[in-house]
């Protein structure tokens, strides 16, 4: 257990108010324990932290758990990028290196399998759950969540990031446009590592067995 002194609270308060997004972002409860495990912080500390956030009106608490008002919320930002993100590789670590660079907290929406099919005409080696967990794992990382089967705009409207970005060949579908387009700022990502794509991999593999 990190042991904090009380005067230095402060330092860990923008911490432990990304912590709590990211329990609301996985539908977590952000209670104080859940935090301090989270945090590797004890509960008296993070009590302290809670209280002086709440006093400065930047969470608030409601039967045991905390979530952020706008104000604590505007005090960082949120990133967002989707994809497929099957067999993990290069291409994929620089993107996400680089989204996290641009942002303070890091949102990965995998595509669910049903969507790939239906867009891509291609079903995923590895199913939901698999590829939401390997990406989880990245450090990088800060949340990773499952698309919407049928709504391409739900997982935004969950998240309500700052900045959504773009690899070099994503478009924004057009659904999310229309609700997002006066709310979020979008960033193309010029990250490409030559023949590092899951296509390429794919048949190169199939190519040597």
Same mark, same amino acid.
């Given at each position: 257990?990190?042991?904090?002194?009380?005067?230095?609270?402060?330092?860990?308060?923008?911490?432990?108010?990304?912590?709590?997004?990211?329990?609301?972002?996985r539908?977590?409860?952000?209670?104080?324990?859940?935090l301090?495990?989270?945090?590797?912080?004890?509960?008296?500390?993070?009590?302290?932290?809670?209280?002086?956030?709440g006093?400065?009106?930047?969470?608030?608490?409601?039967?045991?758990?905390?979530?952020?008002?706008?104000?604590?919320?505007?005090?960082?930002? #949120?990133?967002?990028?989707?994809?497929?993100? &099957? $067999?993990?590789? +290069? =291409? @994929?670590?620089? /993107?996400?290196?680089?989204?996290?660079?641009?942002?303070?907290?890091?949102?990965?929406?995998?595509?669910?399998?049903?969507?790939?099919?239906?867009?891509?005409?291609?079903?995923?080696?590895?199913?939901?759950?698999?590829?939401?967990?390997?990406?989880?794992?990245?450090?990088?990382?800060?949340?990773?969540?499952?698309?919407?089967?049928?709504?391409r705009? #739900?997982?935004?409207?969950?998240?309500?990031? &700052? $900045?959504?970005? +773009? =690899? @070099?060949?994503? /478009?924004?579908?057009?659904?999310?446009?229309?609700?997002?387009?006066?709310?979020?700022?979008?960033?193309?990502?010029?990250?490409?590592?030559?023949?590092?794509?899951?296509?390429?991999?794919?048949?190169?593999?199939?190519?040597?067995?």
């Amino acid at each position: 257990m990190t042991r904090v002194s009380e005067g230095d609270s402060t330092s860990w308060s923008l911490r432990l108010l990304q912590e709590v997004e990211k329990a609301r972002l996985r539908s977590e409860e952000a209670d104080e324990e859940r935090l301090a495990r989270s945090l590797g912080l004890s509960v008296d500390l993070i009590r302290t932290v809670l209280s002086e956030a709440g006093a400065q009106g930047r969470v608030v608490k409601e039967d045991g758990r905390f979530s952020l008002t706008p104000a604590g919320r505007r005090l960082f930002r #949120v990133g967002m990028i989707g994809g497929v993100f &099957d $067999i993990l590789h +290069l =291409g @994929h670590l620089r /993107t996400l290196e680089e989204s996290r660079r641009q942002c303070d907290l890091l949102v990965v929406v995998i595509a669910r399998a049903e969507t790939v099919r239906r867009l891509k005409g291609k079903t995923p080696l590895n199913d939901d759950q698999v590829r939401r967990e390997m990406v989880s794992a990245l450090k990088i990382v800060d949340v990773a969540i499952l698309g919407d089967m049928v709504d391409r705009s #739900v997982p935004f409207l969950h998240v309500h990031p &700052d $900045i959504v970005f +773009l =690899g @070099h060949d994503q /478009t924004m579908p057009g659904i999310v446009e229309e609700v997002l387009a006066k709310e979020v700022e979008v960033r193309r990502l010029n990250v490409r590592v030559e023949g590092k794509a899951t296509t390429d991999i794919i048949k190169k593999i199939s190519g040597e067995f």
